[in-house]
């Protein structure tokens, strides 16, 4: 699976857009782009996933670059029940998911 | 949220003594997943099934065991706990475009 990178933190203040960036510059054509949230002491939860073209959910929008060597989660009214650790994750979409570091986002009241 | 749960919530067990947790799944999921998570290495895959009865190796299987007798139910047994298996674990679930969707967890402490 192709490696990603993550700003290690992010702050974001309340109400605004949480724009998440990533980079996967070495990804595949069959690979698709997923991203988790795991707030603290509770299990990861899915957020979102796509291929190459843009996704949106009741949860947040996906934006995937033309070129797909880059990603960007966003929340467009972030609250502070959405402050969490976010992974970015290249998968084919097979059975095994490589969490890395993820990014910090810490919601600002 | 999806129907996931795990059993128990929280352990103390002895070094040495068997520890069996349980996951519980009401989506008919084929895909099952344990993994475990330690401060400093993220989540990591510890064995998966992929059926009843099928299951496969992951990253950090070594110590661990896994059974799936029942599409609802996987298994997870450490034989002889060691203080090093000390973490939480988390249960997942596939869903049908290989999204996860992840349990409680279950805080397993070894003395």
């Known amino acids: 699976d192709a490696k990603t990178t993550q700003p290690t933190s992010m702050d974001c203040a309340e109400g605004r857009a949480a724009n998440l960036p990533c980079n996967h510059s070495?990804?595949?054509?069959?690979?698709?782009v997923y991203w988790y949230r795991q707030i603290h002491s509770q299990g990861p939860q899915y957020i979102i996933h796509?291929?190459?073209n843009n996704e949106t959910n009741e949860m947040a929008s996906l934006i995937i670059t033309e070129d797909r060597k880059s990603s960007t989660l966003i929340l467009p009214h972030a609250t502070l029940r959405d402050t969490a650790v976010y992974y970015c994750i290249v998968n084919e979409g097979n059975e095994k998911l490589t969490f890395g570091t993820g990014t910090r986002l810490t919601i600002i009241p | 949220d999806a129907g996931i749960t795990q059993s128990p919530r929280h352990k103390v067990t002895e070094t040495g003594t068997p520890v069996t947790l349980r996951c519980h799944q009401t989506?008919?999921?084929?895909?099952m997943y344990w993994y475990r998570q330690d401060p400093g290495h993220g989540l990591r895959l510890i064995h998966y099934s992929y059926g009843v009865k099928d299951t496969d190796k992951g990253e950090v299987s070594d110590g661990y065991s896994v059974s799936r007798s029942k599409t609802e139910d996987f298994l997870l047994t450490l034989e002889s706990a060691t203080s090093s298996q000390t973490s939480v674990y988390f249960c997942a679930i596939g869903g049908t475009t290989y999204e996860q969707y992840f349990g409680p967890g279950t805080r397993l402490t070894v003395t």
């Open positions: 070495t990804i595949s054509g069959n690979e698709y």
């Open positions: 989506e008919n999921h084929r895909y």
């Open positions: 796509g291929l190459k």
